[in-house]
């Protein structure tokens, strides 16, 4: 069964300063995608970014990019330029194809503090 | 696009009372899915279906736990006879199936609160 980890259960960084998120995954399947998703509190998850298994370039979306280290089983999720609307628990998550019968596996979440 | 929608948002029962929860997906997503997150935890997921077939179950729906989405659009999750234990937020999510790169899209969740 796929598993995902999430070792740190909060984080906390200063405005405007960088911080890295981890995240691990136990596969046996070749193609898959992996995705951060926030969830701000009392709010809706919404998804970060995706990554697809097959693309050895790391996916970036403006402030956020991954470290996709795929024979590691690695997946972190870095934020640049941190802002006070980044604060929320973040959720690393895996799933097969969209042909699979596998639905989104998810982290227990990290919580992250953004301290003005 | 008016996202997924879920209601109600928040619903306290007494054990032993039966509850419903209703989702309405984005309007083209013809996959739903049901997830269970209690407080410190990631989603866990429940169930999904594609248009009305109901393709997977968890084992974490027990028997007392049944979905349905009779007409292929809006999707129910009923839990019967309800524990302490079912107090959490039940996400309900959509996608589009049949396409390579179909991000899930979540609702704002139903907290229950089993008293």
Redesign the interface.
Request: aromatic share 20%; net charge negative.
């Given at each position: 069964a796929q598993t995902v980890t999430q070792s740190q259960p909060e984080m906390s960084v200063q405005e405007a300063e960088t911080v890295t998120l981890s995240c691990t995954y136990d596969t046996s399947e070749s193609d898959y995608y992996l995705f951060w998703y926030k969830q701000p509190p009392s709010r809706q998850m919404i998804l970060v970014i995706r990554q697809e298994a097959y693309k050895q370039q790391n996916a970036t979306e403006n402030r956020f990019s991954v470290n996709f280290q795929k024979a590691a089983k690695s997946f972190s999720l870095k934020i640049s330029d941190s802002q006070l609307g980044d604060a929320a628990m973040y959720f690393c998550a895996y799933r097969t194809l969209p042909s699979g019968n596998t639905p989104l596996v998810f982290g227990k979440g990290t919580r992250l503090s953004v301290i003005a | 696009d008016t996202?997924?929608s879920q209601d109600p948002r928040h619903k306290i029962t007494k054990r032993g009372q039966n509850v419903t929860f209703r989702c309405d997906p984005i309007s083209e997503h013809n996959r739903l899915?049901w997830?269970r997150q209690t407080l410190?935890?990631?989603?866990?997921?429940l169930t999904?279906f594609q248009n009305e077939a109901q393709?997977?179950k968890s084992r974490l729906l027990s028997d007392r736990f049944s979905a349905e989405r009779p007409k292929g659009s809006f999707s129910t999750l009923e839990i019967q006879r309800t524990e302490q234990g079912d107090s959490a937020m039940y996400?309900c999510?959509s996608?589009r199936?049949?396409?390579?790169?179909?991000?899930?899209?979540?609702?704002?969740?139903s907290w229950l609160t089993v008293v």
């Open positions: - | 996202g997924v899915y997830y410190g935890q990631g989603p866990e997921f999904y393709l997977e996400l999510a996608s199936a049949g396409e390579r790169e179909n991000t899930i899209y979540f609702g704002e969740g």
